[in-house]
């Protein structure tokens, strides 16, 4: 059970509960210990995920609050809307558009089948956008509607999506070079053989999604020019597994490196610990004269923040205006 008043928040735990978790914790690496009812203050306008821990260990979802979390991935967060918080619904298109095509690609690079989907508009695409995490992107965001949606109101170009699917993200995307190459020597090349080029290629993902292709990015400045990332997990380090506390290493060979002709859309939540990195590679970005745009939302690490942020980022990447 939850009291919310303005920007405060008490936490009732139910009997068995022995920590809480959300956002705001890291969710399990600064799990808060609560035994009776905890106030704790956000920002105003806050979205809030959150979950308590068994004596166990084991995450589950307050009883007494109805109110899912839109998460692909776990199924015990529940959230808060604090007065005032205003959802962004995302654009809906009026038709149904030539839809998503469903893809097997059998990765030498891997060893396994692999599967990606690509959303190819009805005219034709003067660029291509590859997407981290594809399944989470096209079911749970429905990133190709509100493609589709733009591209019907003349606010974007039409965009080829290609939504990639990984099978442990973890390793593939932590500056993983054979994720790079089964991307570059594998996905690409059958997207372009089945669809044709295009003139412009970009790269999109969340967490470490976003942190890849930043890195990917930056690695390959030659075969992409725009990038989206999403509280994008910059705190890693190649052959590190701390995901947490570990070194900026991409931030800094950014700021190393010459500039590259990309430009960046990024944007994090303020109930999230990747808020002060993705502010900090901002600052770079700004002060190395990258074109980009930053922005921050009232949540944390989830599905809310990242959906509306889409629109936002799309607009900005493949806008008519710009």
């Not at 939504?163 to 790079?180: A, G, L, M, Q, V």
């Not at 900005?316 to 710009?322: S, V």
Request: proline letters at 10%; aromatic letters at 14%.
């Amino acid at each position: 059970m939850v009291e919310v008043r303005s920007r405060f928040v008490t936490f009732h735990p139910p009997a068995n509960a022995r920590f809480l978790i959300g956002d705001f914790t890291d969710w399990d690496k600064r799990p808060i210990p609560i035994s009776s009812p905890l106030t704790l203050e956000f920002p105003p306008h806050s979205y809030i995920e959150y979950a308590f821990l068994d004596e166990q260990g084991q995450p589950f979802p307050d009883p007494d609050n109805p109110h899912k979390a839109q998460n692909p991935w776990w199924s015990y967060p529940r959230a808060i809307e604090l007065p005032g918080f205003r959802y962004e619904a995302p654009p809906r298109p009026s038709g149904e558009g030539k839809g998503v095509h469903r893809h097997r690609l059998e990765s030498t690079v891997f060893g396994g089948t692999r599967r990606y989907y690509v959303y190819e508009p009805s005219q034709s695409p003067r660029a291509t956008l590859y997407i981290q995490d594809g399944v989470a992107y096209y079911r749970t965001a429905q990133f190709a509607d509100i493609a589709e949606a733009l591209c019907e109101h003349g606010e974007i170009e039409p965009l080829r999506m290609v939504f990639i699917e990984p099978e442990d993200r973890r390793t593939e995307y932590w500056f993983n070079p054979k994720y790079e190459e089964f991307l570059l020597r594998e996905i690409i090349p059958a997207v372009e053989g089945h669809y044709g080029k295009t003139e412009q290629k970009g790269l999109w993902g969340a967490s470490l999604g976003g942190v890849v292709s930043a890195w990917l990015a930056w690695r390959n400045p030659q075969l992409f020019q725009v990038v989206g990332t999403q509280s994008a997990c910059l705190t890693l380090e190649p052959g590190g597994n701390d995901s947490y506390t570990a070194p900026e290493w991409l931030t800094q060979q950014y700021a190393q490196a010459e500039r590259l002709p990309l430009r960046f859309y990024c944007e994090t939540g303020q109930i999230e610990w990747l808020l002060a990195p993705n502010r900090r590679f901002a600052a770079m970005l700004q002060d190395k004269g990258y074109p980009h745009a930053y922005t921050e939302r009232p949540s944390g690490h989830n599905w809310m923040t990242w959906r509306q942020g889409l629109a936002p980022g799309l607009r900005y990447l493949f806008g008519m205006a710009r």
